[in-house]
Antibody, heavy 116, light 108 residues
Framework: EVQLVESGGGLVPPGGSLRLSCAASGFTFSTYWMTWVRRAPGKGLEWVANIKEDGTEKYYVDSVKGRFTISRDDAKNSLYLQMNSLRAEDTAVYYC?????????WGQGTLVTVSS | SYVLTQPPSVSVAPGKTASITCGGDNIGSKSVYWYQQKPGQAPVLVIYYDSDRPTGIPERFSGSNSGNTATLAISRVEGGDEADYYCQVWGRSSDPVVFGGGTKLTVL
C-alpha cells in the first residue's frame, strides 16, 4: 500500500524557516517524480514544486522561487521542502504527492501557519 | 502561463447528473486530470487521461475533453459526492503543474 506521511509543519513568524518532510512507503520511491502542492485557507490547490526521480531537475512556482528548495533522499525514501523567508501568504496545508498518471497518491498534509 | 477556468460552484439534486467544466485554450490537445477533495481530507484522483478512472473510482464518474472545454460528469449524484473538484493539466517546464480554480459541488 502506497503511503505518504508529511511532518514538520507548525507556527512560524514571518521571515522564519521550516523544513517539511515526507516519508514514502509501499512503492519504489526512486523511480517517481514527486511534488509538493498546497492549499491556503479559503483558496484552491496550488502547485509548489516538483523534483525528478534522480533529483537533477527541480521546478518551482514563481511565488516561492529563491525561498523554497525541494530535495529528496532516495536512500531514506524521503522528500523534503526547505522553506525560508516565510510570508503570511505561505500559510497553507502542504501536501506531498507522487506523480504518475496524474498526481495519483497524496499524503494527508501538514499545516504551516506564518504569523507573528 | 496556461490558465484553467472552472465555475466556482455547481448545485445538483440527488440522483441527477452533475457536470463540471474546465476551460482552457485548446485544452482538447492536452490530457486532463480531475481531483476530488472533501473537507479535511487529501485530494483524490478521480479521472486521468481525460476519461480513465483509477481503481476504486465508481463508474458514475466520467470525463470528456474536446476543443476548449473538458468536462467531469457525475451521474446519479449522492450526498457523499459533495466536495471541491479540480481539473489539472501538465504545462511547460517553467509551470509544469496547472490547476483550475476549483468547483464546489453542492448536493441539494
Amino acid at each position: 500500500e502506497v503511503q505518504l506521511v508529511e511532518s514538520g509543519g507548525g507556527l512560524v513568524p514571518p521571515g522564519g524557516s521550516l523544513r517539511l518532510s515526507c516519508a514514502a512507503s509501499g512503492f519504489t520511491f526512486s523511480t517517481y517524480w514527486m511534488t509538493w502542492v498546497r492549499r491556503a485557507p479559503g483558496k484552491g490547490l496550488e502547485w509548489v514544486a516538483n523534483i525528478k526521480e534522480d533529483g537533477t531537475e527541480k521546478y518551482y512556482v514563481d511565488s516561492v522561487k529563491g525561498r523554497f528548495t525541494i530535495s529528496r533522499d532516495d536512500a531514506k525514501n524521503s522528500l523534503y521542502l526547505q522553506m525560508n523567508s516565510l510570508r503570511a501568504e505561505d500559510t497553507a496545508v502542504y501536501y506531498c504527492a507522487r506523480v504518475w498518471d496524474g498526481i495519483d497518491y497524496w499524503g494527508q498534509g501538514t499545516l504551516v501557519t506564518v504569523s507573528s | 502561463s496556461y490558465v484553467l477556468t472552472q465555475p466556482p460552484s455547481v448545485s445538483v439534486a440527488p440522483g441527477k447528473t452533475a457536470s463540471i467544466t474546465c476551460g482552457g485554450d485548446n485544452i482538447g490537445s492536452k490530457s486532463v486530470y480531475w481531483y476530488q477533495q472533501k473537507p479535511g481530507q487529501a485530494p483524490v484522483l478521480v479521472i486521468y487521461y481525460d476519461s480513465d478512472r483509477p481503481t476504486g473510482i465508481p463508474e458514475r464518474f466520467s470525463g470528456s475533453n474536446s476543443g476548449n472545454t473538458a468536462t467531469l460528469a457525475i451521474s446519479r449524484v449522492e450526498g457523499g459526492d459533495e466536495a471541491d473538484y479540480y481539473c489539472q493539466v501538465w504545462g511547460r517546464s517553467s509551470d509544469p503543474v496547472v490547476f483550475g480554480g476549483g468547483t464546489k459541488l453542492t448536493v441539494l
